[in-house]
């Protein structure tokens, strides 16, 4: 249990991590493991100690969580969806499709069926991860620390982790159009000859183009994790203030977040679709 505030807020942004310790490492109560195992991290100092290959748990387990409400709820309204009488339920999930469906219309400039799933796929998924936000900070923490889990986070998109796995899939949706639609060849000469073609200039071009493919899933990563991390922080600053205090800031910044979450889930589905309407563009 925390006993300062700066130990309540490394409480509160650290995850649930799982990952291997080496034999012979002296864990934070002083025991030594005797032989190497994966275990929970007791501190975030054996967190960092288990390297890489370590799993947030946590991260993992909300995101699914996320998607399954996705695709259970988009499903039950598909299933039920009728011409005559639809439902507000329904209303609403159609409101969201035109409006993705609209997006996708208007920024992407090629022909794929894949891009308009794609991106009511990130828009609601996004959405969703960001809005557990809105959840008091000491909650789920708090269940944790009773089912004796020592750390427990549960906005996905406050983790580089998850947003990076995200962006990661779109760069290789990149990768993967780029050479599909203009062909290796192709897209080794938009690589090599962009800006300028001359033969000459290839090592610069190659730079500028790499470095520019490259900026794509931080840009997409970095932005959604810098939003939802930065508003976390604040939330849990706000909590280590007095009760009469909190209502007076909590309340107005959760009001904020109604503005901010579905905002970031909105730029990553326009980027994530920007980027791929680029992949689909040959100039030759």
């Given at each position: 249990m925390a006993t300062t505030s700066a130990e309540y807020i490394q409480h509160h942004l650290q995850n649930l991590t799982f990952g291997k310790l080496p034999a012979g490492y002296e864990r934070a109560d002083g025991s030594i493991v005797e032989a190497t195992t994966w275990t929970?991290?007791?501190t975030g100092t054996e967190a960092a100690d288990m390297g890489?290959?370590?799993?947030?748990?946590?991260?993992?387990?909300?995101?699914?969580f996320m998607g399954l409400i996705f695709i259970g709820l988009f499903r039950f309204?598909?299933?039920?969806?009728?011409?005559?009488?639809p439902g507000g339920l329904q209303n609403f999930v159609e409101?969201?499709?035109?409006?993705?469906?609209g997006i996708v219309k208007d920024t992407f400039h090629g022909r794929n069926p894949l891009i308009a799933p794609l991106a009511l796929t990130i828009f609601v998924w996004v959405f969703l991860m960001n809005s557990l936000k809105w959840i008091p900070v000491d909650y789920i923490p708090g269940i944790g620390m009773a089912l004796g889990l020592d750390y427990f986070k549960i906005v996905p998109t406050t983790d580089p982790n998850g947003t990076f796995g995200i962006s990661i899939a779109v760069f290789a949706l990149i990768i993967y159009y780029s050479i599909k639609i203009k062909g290796v060849?192709?897209?080794?000469?938009?690589?090599?000859?962009?800006?300028?073609?001359?033969?000459a200039l290839i090592p610069f071009?190659?730079?500028?183009?790499?470095?520019?493919l490259l900026t794509k899933p931080l840009s997409l990563?970095?932005?959604?994790?810098?939003?939802?991390?930065?508003?976390?922080?604040?939330?849990?600053?706000?909590a280590l203030l007095p009760?009469?205090?909190?209502?007076?800031?909590?309340?107005?910044?959760?009001?904020?977040?109604?503005?901010?979450?579905?905002?970031?889930?909105?730029?990553?589905m326009v980027l994530t679709v920007v980027y791929l309407s680029a992949a689909h563009e040959d100039h030759h």
């Amino acid at each position: 249990m925390a006993t300062t505030s700066a130990e309540y807020i490394q409480h509160h942004l650290q995850n649930l991590t799982f990952g291997k310790l080496p034999a012979g490492y002296e864990r934070a109560d002083g025991s030594i493991v005797e032989a190497t195992t994966w275990t929970l991290a007791r501190t975030g100092t054996e967190a960092a100690d288990m390297g890489f290959m370590a799993f947030h748990l946590d991260t993992l387990g909300w995101s699914i969580f996320m998607g399954l409400i996705f695709i259970g709820l988009f499903r039950f309204v598909a299933r039920r969806a009728t011409v005559d009488t639809p439902g507000g339920l329904q209303n609403f999930v159609e409101m969201i499709v035109d409006f993705v469906q609209g997006i996708v219309k208007d920024t992407f400039h090629g022909r794929n069926p894949l891009i308009a799933p794609l991106a009511l796929t990130i828009f609601v998924w996004v959405f969703l991860m960001n809005s557990l936000k809105w959840i008091p900070v000491d909650y789920i923490p708090g269940i944790g620390m009773a089912l004796g889990l020592d750390y427990f986070k549960i906005v996905p998109t406050t983790d580089p982790n998850g947003t990076f796995g995200i962006s990661i899939a779109v760069f290789a949706l990149i990768i993967y159009y780029s050479i599909k639609i203009k062909g290796v060849g192709g897209f080794t000469k938009e690589l090599t000859l962009t800006p300028f073609n001359h033969w000459a200039l290839i090592p610069f071009n190659l730079f500028l183009e790499v470095l520019g493919l490259l900026t794509k899933p931080l840009s997409l990563a970095l932005r959604l994790f810098g939003n939802m991390y930065a508003g976390e922080v604040v939330f849990i600053l706000i909590a280590l203030l007095p009760f009469y205090v909190q209502w007076a800031l909590n309340v107005p910044w959760a009001i904020f977040h109604i503005l901010v979450i579905p905002l970031q889930a909105f730029i990553f589905m326009v980027l994530t679709v920007v980027y791929l309407s680029a992949a689909h563009e040959d100039h030759h």
